[in-house]
């Protein structure tokens, strides 16, 4: 039955464990949040072939499982450009690049919500397209879809012990090696559960804060 | 033709034209906005455009604005094209360097405003100064101060376009193109979206500017005794072209043609 000398034996290993998991996520979401925008700007570019070929791999990256990226990349591709990358690495660019195809939606959606004519009163100040996107429409398009990035960061962190299968010693990795060293599982997986809980918890409140200030703020 | 040849030669012995247009064509699908479109304007006329709903007046000024690109013809600021660019012997499309440059010549006032809602109304009139121009901040807001003082609006400067009625952000809109220092200022229908008791204040300003100030004014709007006021010239359009192009006195008082009497019968009797 449950032991609480193994809770304190498990812990420490479970908590570097911790550690990996929210740099692979916050690496993750920069990523996500970087590359999703990228695909949401192209995707309105006036060059067909671009916002076409945008769309598409977007789409392809959509419609496949995280877990065939993560062994493609990882098992494939690694060995074709040399083992450059550490596992935590591929699994930060695999995660990122698999999210920012869902952020790009999030970031079309803002994109699409702030009003025609801004787009023509930039243009007739003169302000290139660059400053109109920095100063102009991301200003307005960003702050309402904040709680919606956020929701993908919590979907993203429950997602991330999928990294346990290319090595990467992250929470669940680290639980599953204590149970296979030390025959006990009840513990470390109820840790790891628990703690996944929490954390989701934690990111809901801060998403729902959000949703809050930024409702304040654009109304 | 030979009207055209002969314009072309009476032209040449004046002093070129700030603006001028040529054959100006566009459509939207099947709806042909522009059909041919010419005139010739001087540097700091007041031109007042009326005319019908769908006559083309806006699709004008949103061309020349280079907000939208017309399917032929010609649009010239002193002589050099906005659309196309010298190439050796022939044009080309502008590129994007041409266009911009072009574009510093004029301003733009919209109908619907169109500040910018996350700026404060100072911050609406030195954006572009500063990144366009490269103008530095303190320049930026003295010149910003200055502009809202001219509209009425400096005791706003730190407030935001919502907290603004539409007659205040028109006048702030108005500052804000201002603050560019274009040598054309184009007004589409900068009266048409605001309450008939907040017209008057924005009207005050557009008059003070007329009087004051040599930029080439276009107006498009419907307020035809400010038209009669403060314009040099009006040019009615009809179908895609201008119908009549005289002083204000002539086009209200005598106009020649059947199209323009109806019309001003509707909208005075209105």
């Excluded at chain 1, 787009?119 to 290139?128: G, R, V, Y």
């Excluded at chain 2, 099947?30 to 007046?57: F, H, T």
């Excluded at chain 2, 609406?124 to 809202?148: G, K, W």
């Excluded at chain 2, 009549?244 to 005075?268: S, W």
Aim: glycine fraction near 6%.
């Amino acid at each position: 039955m449950w032991k609480w000398e193994v809770v304190w034996q498990v812990l420490p290993h479970i908590l570097s464990g911790l550690v990996v998991t929210l740099e692979a996520v916050a690496g993750g979401m920069v990523l996500a949040l970087i590359l999703g925008l990228l695909w949401a700007v192209l995707r309105r570019s006036k060059q067909r072939w671009l916002s076409w070929s945008t769309w598409g791999v977007v789409e392809f990256i959509r419609s496949t499982p995280l877990l065939v990226q993560l062994f493609f990349v990882y098992f494939v591709m690694i060995d074709m450009v040399g083992r450059g990358l550490s596992p935590l690495m591929t699994g930060i660019v695999v995660l990122g690049v698999h999210y920012s195809c869902y952020t790009a939606e999030v970031y079309r959606a803002g994109l699409d919500g702030v009003a025609k004519g801004q787009w023509n009163a930039a243009k007739a100040l003169n302000l290139t397209p660059w400053q109109t996107y920095r100063y102009v429409i991301l200003p307005q398009a960003i702050p309402p879809i904040l709680p919606n990035l956020g929701n993908y960061l919590i979907a993203m962190l429950k997602e991330a012990p999928l990294l346990s299968t290319i090595t990467v010693l992250e929470v669940l990795n680290e639980a599953k090696i204590f149970g296979n060293e030390h025959y006990r599982y009840l513990e470390p997986l109820t840790i790891v559960g628990v703690l996944f809980i929490f954390l989701s918890l934690l990111a809901g409140l801060s998403v729902e804060w959000l949703r809050k200030r930024t409702a304040a703020m654009t109304s | 033709m030979a009207t055209q040849a002969h314009r072309g030669n009476d032209v040449m012995n004046e002093t070129p034209p700030q603006l001028r247009v040529r054959d100006l064509q566009k459509s939207y699908g099947n709806n042909a906005v522009l059909r041919g479109l010419n005139v010739d304007i001087q540097a700091g006329e007041k031109i007042a455009i009326i005319g019908p709903s769908g006559s083309g007046k806006s699709t004008l000024l949103r061309i020349l604005m280079t907000l939208e690109a017309p399917n032929s013809g010609d649009i010239q600021i002193d002589g050099e094209s906005i659309w196309t660019m010298p190439n050796g012997d022939g044009n080309k499309p502008a590129d994007e360097a041409h266009m911009r440059r072009m574009r510093s010549r004029l301003g733009m006032v919209f109908q619907h405003f169109f500040l910018f809602p996350h700026l404060s109304v100072r911050q609406n009139l030195t954006l572009a100064p500063r990144l366009v121009n490269h103008v530095t901040s303190e320049i930026a807001d003295e010149t910003a101060m200055q502009l809202l003082e001219m509209v009425g609006m400096e005791a706003k400067a730190d407030a935001f376009p919502a907290q603004l009625s539409g007659g205040q952000k028109q006048r702030v809109a108005i500052a804000r193109a201002l603050a560019m220092q274009p040598d054309i200022m184009l007004f589409d229908e900068v009266t048409s979206a605001l309450d008939p008791e907040l017209v008057h204040e924005v009207l005050a300003v557009l008059r003070k500017l007329a009087s004051a100030s040599d930029m080439t004014m276009l107006l498009v709007t419907h307020e035809m005794n400010f038209a009669r006021e403060i314009a040099d010239r009006v040019l009615f359009f009809d179908g895609g072209v201008i119908l009549e192009d005289g002083p204000p006195e002539e086009i209200f008082t005598n106009p020649t043609h059947q199209r323009t009497q109806e019309f001003l019968k509707t909208v005075l009797e209105a």
